[in-house]
């Protein structure tokens, strides 16, 4: 791979691809008329095009009268008074469906063992886990902590909490202690479902043990069992009266259990993001808006079809993994591959040969991963894309980051043999699934864009006031109107909720993305540039810059003062970087080293791994103005490896620049 600066050479990107009669013939939105007849219709009749699309993709167990309720706006309702099951709009809908007896799950294992699961046994399977929660006492509106691997009983354990009407909240099995002790609190957890190890890169890792710690951290009151799938034969430490197996509370259970109805805004699930401060926000989904967007971008945005094989190699962890992994296959009726390991072992072709021992046809994963997979195979030739048989691919996803065009091209050539549209799909976990996305049968594809809004999601790009501004210049990504899908509320936290995302100065209505974007001169195409607050991307991962400070100066023994700023990574996307003012004097050689390592493994027992700054940086001070605000932007050119060009004339120590850029 080439530096940042070339990637950023490259960024503007006039070649176009538009699709071919492979991609368009039999397409649910075959052509730009057909995408455009749809966008009319949703802005000549909003409401009524909402309805018709809930109606058909949804199956309501009572219908619903009203579309949209805007009368205590940003709370947007959709479809409030209908009533529905989601699992029963992923499962119980195929029975006595030529789907019933298809492969739901192929499930590959780490070491490679595959396993797979029909509708009808994925059915049984929910149904019996959920008649075992009840059993536990878990009932309607409780909420539930999900803290597994990529498993079939992942998906299971989500499922069975949808079909009982309990909350779900999933926890990525790579969070710390800490980072799930906050949010058992938060959510209220009355049940935490885990496993006792998870098995990545051929490595055993402890889940139970972590969860242990996390109650052990205190606070956790709400919380009266803890339920363990064993993984592996490994043994591992049992609380009795709280602790029970999955073998143990699924025992003589029924295999049938009727979905409880809930109404359409009954909460679904809560996922907690990061934003701005230190807190994590645990955005809330509604269920029959975003039950509805599951299922219809699936139709839209993969144009799925029964012969597809769909896999999506996102953790159940984060939202691409709720939508694309635990609801939208499975109420497409799709078969679908569900991934535990990681795409460098045994080795780094491990994704080339997956898509072609499954036959996989649709597959979706993360720029991130592809950058680090053209890396691999630049240096071994025996990973490389080209020895595995690729020829059941149709088309090709990307989430979670921009995509830049270089690696667009690698995974257009090597990996879509030039036939697969690959749709550069843009999201949020507050978006509950795609917003911005080319369609495979319609949309020309230009590398590096996420083209054009679904039809329906009326974005924009304005200034801080909410004036639209003209195409070819960069602005705040906003969505003016609400969609059925869209984040609900933050749990617990209505009022910031509010702040974050419906600026006053906009008028309070209008969802601000937290992206800066431009639409193109020509097309008006959107092409995302990154976050506009103090969010970092890192590998597809969001993360709070406060969330990390607040980390590094917990550790009080140690450090003063710390800011965290991201930094342009060829791999990673950006990286995080972090400068740090000691409570004792600026270390430096091996000394500085070994503090960098301490503050790094104390970022990972406070939040996670994929947290640990990169670069630490200490100095003796940070820069300020004299007003004592960090100036973060001269941070971010000073991590980027800049010249200073900004002006410093506001700064109260600019002495501290030198120093800052040299302690590396
Ligand atoms: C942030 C949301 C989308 C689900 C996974 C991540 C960035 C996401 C794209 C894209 C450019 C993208 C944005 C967004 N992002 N997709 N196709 N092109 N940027 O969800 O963790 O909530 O992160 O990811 O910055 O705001 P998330």
Redesign the pocket.
């Known amino acids: 791979m080439s530096s940042s600066s070339t990637i950023e050479s490259v960024l503007v990107e006039n070649r176009v691809f538009p699709p071919d009669a492979r991609a368009t013939e039999g397409a649910r939105i075959a052509g730009m008329a057909a995408y455009e007849a749809l966008c009319q219709r949703a802005a000549s009749d909003f409401e009524g095009f909402w309805a018709d699309q809930a109606r058909a993709n949804v199956v309501w167990s009572k219908p619903f009268t009203r579309t949209l309720d805007e009368s205590r706006a940003p709370f947007y309702k959709w479809f409030d008074d209908g009533e529905l099951n989601a699992s029963a709009n992923c499962l119980d809908k195929h029975i006595g469906t030529p789907v019933e007896n298809k492969t739901a799950i192929v499930f590959e294992a780490d070491d490679g063992t595959v396993t797979s699961v029909t509708y009808k046994e994925l059915l049984a399977r929910v149904s019996q886990f959920a008649n075992a929660l009840k059993t536990q006492g878990i009932a309607k509106g409780d909420r539930v902590i999900i803290y597994m691997p990529m498993t079939i009983e992942g998906v299971v354990a989500m499922q069975a909490c949808a079909r009982i009407g309990a909350t779900h909240s999933v926890v990525f099995g790579g969070f710390s202690a800490k980072a799930l002790q906050e949010r058992i609190i938060d959510a209220g957890a009355k049940a935490v479902v885990t496993a006792n190890f998870q098995m990545r890169g051929g490595k055993e890792l402890p889940l139970k043990a972590i969860v242990d710690d996390a109650i052990a951290l205190g606070g956790c009151d709400t919380l009266q069992t803890v339920l363990v799938y064993e993984r592996t034969a490994s043994a591992w430490n049992r609380v009795e009266g709280r602790d029970k197996t999955f073998t143990e509370v699924l025992q003589g259970q029924s295999s049938e259990c009727a979905p409880q109805p809930v109404g359409a805004e009954h909460p679904l699930f809560i996922l907690y993001?990061s934003g701005s401060t230190g807190k994590p926000k645990g955005v809330q989904h509604a269920t029959g808006g975003y039950l509805l967007w599951a299922k219809l971008t699936m139709d839209w945005t993969f144009d799925i079809r029964p012969e597809d094989v769909f896999w999506c190699t996102a953790d159940i962890g984060?939202?691409?993994g709720h939508t694309y992994v635990a609801y939208g296959p499975l109420a497409a009726g799709a078969t679908q591959v569900v991934f535990e390991g990681i795409p460098t072992f045994p080795h780094a072709g491990r994704f080339w040969q997956m898509i072609e021992k499954h036959k996989v046809s649709i597959f979706y994963t993360a720029p991130t991963a592809i950058r680090s997979l053209i890396k691999a195979a630049d240096s071994d030739e025996k990973v490389h894309p080209k020895n595995w048989d690729l020829g059941s691919l149709r088309i090709l996803g990307?989430?979670?980051?921009?995509i830049n065009p270089e690696a667009w091209m690698w995974y257009h050539v090597n990996v879509g043999r030039e036939k697969c549209p690959i749709v550069?799909?843009?999201?949020?976990?507050e978006t509950g699934g795609h917003v911005i996305t080319p369609l495979p049968g319609a949309t020309p594809l230009v590398p590096g864009s996420?083209t054009l809004p679904l039809p329906g999601i009326m974005a924009a790009i304005v200034d801080e006031t909410g004036k639209d501004i003209p195409n070819g210049s960069g602005g705040m990504l906003v969505i003016k109107r609400p969609w059925p899908s869209m984040i609900r509320t933050i749990w617990n936290d209505p009022e910031r909720f509010k702040k974050s995302y419906f600026p006053e100065e906009m008028g309070g209505t209008i969802y601000l993305?937290?992206?800066g974007a431009v639409r193109s001169a020509d097309r008006g195409y959107f092409r995302?540039t990154?976050?506009i607050d103090d969010v970092l991307?890192v590998s597809?991962h969001?993360l709070g810059t406060m969330e990390i400070e607040s980390a590094l100066v917990a550790k009080t023994d140690l450090v003063a003062e710390a800011a965290v700023v991201g930094r342009p990574d060829d791999v990673t996307g950006e990286a995080v970087c972090a400068f740090v003012v000691l409570k004792r004097s600026r270390p430096t050689g091996e000394e500085a080293k070994a503090i960098a390592a301490e503050l790094r493994n104390w970022v990972a027992k406070e939040i996670g791994p994929i947290a640990k700054p990169k670069d630490i940086r200490f100095g003796d001070n940070l820069p300020k103005t004299r007003s004592g605000k960090i100036m973060r932007r001269l941070l971010r050119s000073i991590a980027k490896g800049e010249a200073i060009t900004q002006d410093t004339s506001t700064l109260e120590n600019p002495a501290i620049l030198e120093q800052l850029a040299q302690s590396n």
């Open positions: 993001t984060w939202i691409t990307s989430v979670g980051e921009p550069d799909t843009f999201w949020q976990t996420c993305a937290g992206d995302i990154g976050r991307n597809g969001r």
